[in-house]
């Protein structure tokens, strides 16, 4: 075993190591830049952070994949007391604070931050992680978009050869991702070229969202959970409501109510756990397999030892859970600086208090929901669709991926769709022509 780095014995310098790049470690690794008593070791085990809430727009060919990542070493290129290392977490020694990646090499530290976010959970259900396409990573949303071409040419052949084909697609839960991704295939189906194959018409492809709750959206307000709903049925999607998923198999999905419907391409968007980084210590891990934390986001028992983001269950200082997204994991990774600078002072830690300033989903052109702040301000239609835009142009971290990403947009917007996106990714699966029914 390989010691790459260690713990600052007798030092006044400490040393932070992080394991996870994501919004939590990243924030956390920007805020401690100016700490002059800390040096700190970023581990991730890709050399990007993703920028999940743009990767619906990867997977359906809007964006291309660089403006949903970004390079972390260049994110972090001006700060000094950092050193960023590529590796994959596999063990952790919270008593030693210590982790070592697959090669055997381990980094010891004076404070360990646990930050590796989470994984889709397919909840045992069967079919779902061999058939269905999760949406979680980069890597995830390049597979879905080559696997959505793939079943838009494999249908365009089908009927080629003479079958009568009709494409089902069904996309599994009703959270912002699930309605994100279902509106915006919706829109390819509905905008782009006619003729851009000769014969699938896209516009009748079926598209089923499936969610086992009686509404969508739920965590948002009643007036953004109605309008999300009546703007996908007006783009022709269907929608399968209070509806357990019981089976997905190659050519269907089995409901929970017996009946299968057909479909060639599930999408999953029907929940996350923590990665499964936090499986390996020994912990009872709470709601979602995430590790619970103090009011100070450090570990029970480990006061040196923090978990964030979508890797903890934090909460809010009336003890709610707070839910997983990237606002929770950016603040709650300055709070971990701060505190990480306090201790390394000597002084005491304090508690993570978030700062609500809202939610928004995309349902499609010209359609979104925004609740503003704490008191939730509703907006829907253009104006949210705008503000969604707006925000996440501010949240993108360099002028080139927000130029990028604002012409990007406006080609869609004004000049149509780009479905004719290239099959650049190895193929998924097989497709077998038959599946398209
Ligand atoms: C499709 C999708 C859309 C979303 N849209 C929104 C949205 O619109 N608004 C919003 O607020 N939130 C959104 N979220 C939620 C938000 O993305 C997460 O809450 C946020 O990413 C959590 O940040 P994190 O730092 O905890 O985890 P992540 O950002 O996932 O970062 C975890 C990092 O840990 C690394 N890692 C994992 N395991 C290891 C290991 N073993 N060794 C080394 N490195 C490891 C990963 O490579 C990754 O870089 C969305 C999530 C998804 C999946």
């Not at 000094?80 to 990646?101: K, M, Q």
């Not at 269907?252 to 929940?271: E, F, K, M, V, Y």
């Not at 505190?339 to 508690?351: E, H, K, M």
């Amino acid at each position: 075993m390989r010691n790459m780095t260690g713990k600052d014995n007798g030092s006044a310098v400490k040393h932070v190591v992080i394991v996870g790049g994501g919004f939590a470690g990243l924030a956390c690794a920007k805020a401690l830049a100016t700490v002059a008593s800390v040096r700190v070791t970023l581990l991730d085990k890709n050399n990007y952070q993703q920028f999940q809430p743009l990767l619906y727009q990867v997977a359906t060919g809007s964006l291309a994949p660089q403006r949903a990542a970004f390079n972390l070493r260049a994110e972090l290129l001006k700060q000094e007391n950092i050193d960023v290392h590529l590796t994959d977490i596999i063990s952790i020694d919270l008593a030693g604070r210590a982790v070592t990646g697959k090669n055997g090499e381990t980094y010891a530290a004076d404070f360990l931050v646990l930050a590796a976010g989470s994984q889709a959970n397919f909840f045992s259900i069967s079919g779902v992680e061999e058939f269905a396409f999760p949406m979680y990573s980069l890597l995830d949303a390049e597979r879905l978009r080559s696997r959505l071409i793939e079943v838009f040419e494999a249908t365009d052949e089908a009927i080629a050869l003479g079958a009568s084909a009709t494409l089902h697609l069904a996309v599994i839960g009703g959270g912002s991702t699930g309605v994100e991704l279902a509106g915006a295939i919706a829109d390819i189906c509905h905008r782009a070229p006619a003729k851009l194959y000769k014969n699938l018409r896209l516009a009748d492809v079926v598209i089923t969202l499936i969610n086992g709750k009686d509404e969508v959206l739920s965590g948002f307000t009643q007036r953004s959970k109605t309008y999300a709903r009546q703007a996908l049925e007006e783009r022709g999607v269907k929608l399968r409501l209070n509806t357990r998923v019981k089976e997905v198999t190659s050519r269907d999905i089995l409901l929970g109510d017996q009946t299968r419907i057909p479909c060639s391409l599930a999408i999953w968007a029907g929940g996350l756990k923590a990665a499964p980084l936090a499986e390996t210590m020994n912990l009872q891990l709470g709601q979602g397999g995430r590790l619970d934390v103090q009011p100070d986001l450090t570990l029970g028992g480990y006061p040196c030892v923090y978990a964030l983001g979508d890797f903890a269950n934090t909460r809010d200082k009336g003890g709610k859970l707070l839910p997983q997204l990237a606002a929770v994991a950016q603040q709650a990774g300055r709070q971990c600086a701060r505190n990480i600078a306090a201790c390394a002072d000597g002084s005491p830690t304090s508690a993570f208090a978030y700062f609500d300033k809202g939610v928004m989903a995309m349902i499609g052109r010209n359609a979104a929901v925004a609740e503003i702040g704490p008191q939730r301000i509703a907006l829907t239609q253009f104006i949210a669709f705008i503000a969604w835009l707006g925000v996440h142009i501010l949240l993108l971290s360099t002028l080139s991926a927000r130029v990028g990403a604002c012409l990007e947009w406006a080609w869609n917007y004004f000049g149509g769709v780009s479905v004719e996106g290239i099959l650049d990714s190895p193929s998924p699966s097989q497709i077998d022509v038959t599946r398209i029914e």
